[in-house]
């Protein structure tokens, strides 16, 4: 079946503006990750959602990032007033039940760049 | 917190050279443990994990056993092949609150034929 799809794939946006990323998880998936990728840097995680429980927000790394999940499906996470330190490819990945020994399956990512 | 501790790269290697790339974690309680591969212009994909102490992942010619002593989870390969070049991620699931992945820093592999 199809994997986890992200758009766009690419964005530049001038700093100080939003910015709207979204992720469609692998159908049946009850658990979504969002994590980003500095430039020869490991992964960092944003935020996971599973099932109905409250999210865990704790990667966030200001008030500026926020992200919600509709039911079991698709999530956006939107950046406002992008910075230049915001540039970076957003990865998002999605479980089956978001368990301890899940693989995680990442989608390509998207490439975000603030000028 | 958990933390995971990769060797820096890059490694360059000849063909049918013999591969390790070490991998040790901090974790309060009993992590899973994850070997991801990026291949150039693809995303992240598993290569090979191991759930509880000794054991051991193996995929495409990789193993890496789950050492509780050592607080280790080494990538060995025993022939690299050009196609290996990537970029090989260790991590493992947090013991603490959700199961996020906690990743290394990565270690870009290029293999010369």
């Known amino acids: 079946g199809a994997g986890v799809s992200q758009s766009p794939s690419n964005k530049v946006t001038e700093k100080g503006k939003d910015v709207e990323l979204r992720c469609d998880p692998i159908?049946?998936?009850?658990?979504l990750y969002w994590y980003r990728q500095r430039l020869g840097q490991g992964l960092e995680f944003l935020i996971y959602?599973?099932?109905?429980?409250?999210?865990?927000k704790s990667g966030l790394p200001s008030d500026r990032f926020s992200a919600e999940r509709t039911g079991e499906s698709v999530s956006t996470l939107t950046i406002q007033r992008t910075q230049q330190e915001d540039s970076a490819v957003y990865l998002c990945?999605?479980?089956?039940?978001?368990?301890?020994?899940?693989?995680?399956?990442f989608g390509p990512g998207t490439r975000l760049t603030v000028t | 917190g958990d933390s995971v501790t990769q060797m820096e790269g890059p490694v360059t290697l000849s063909e049918e050279a013999f591969l390790t790339i070490n991998c040790t974690y901090t974790?309060?309680?009993?992590?899973?443990l994850f070997w991801y591969v990026q291949y150039p212009g693809e995303g992240l994909q598993l290569l090979l994990k191991?759930?509880?102490?000794?054991d051991k992942g193996s995929n495409k010619g990789f193993e890496a056993t789950y050492r509780k002593e050592t607080t280790s989870f080494h990538l060995e390969k025993g022939s690299v092949q050009v196609s290996d070049s990537a970029v090989y991620f260790c991590?493992?699931?947090?013991?603490?609150?959700?199961?996020?992945?906690?990743f290394g820093t990565g270690t870009r592999l290029k293999v010369l034929a």
């Open positions: 990945a999605s479980s089956l039940y978001g368990i301890s020994i899940d693989e995680q399956y």
């Open positions: 159908s049946g998936h009850t658990a």
């Open positions: 959602f599973q099932g109905n429980s409250a999210p865990d």
């Open positions: 974790a309060t309680g009993y992590p899973s």
């Open positions: 191991a759930t509880k102490a000794d």
């Open positions: 991590a493992l699931t947090s013991t603490s609150g959700t199961y996020k992945y906690i």
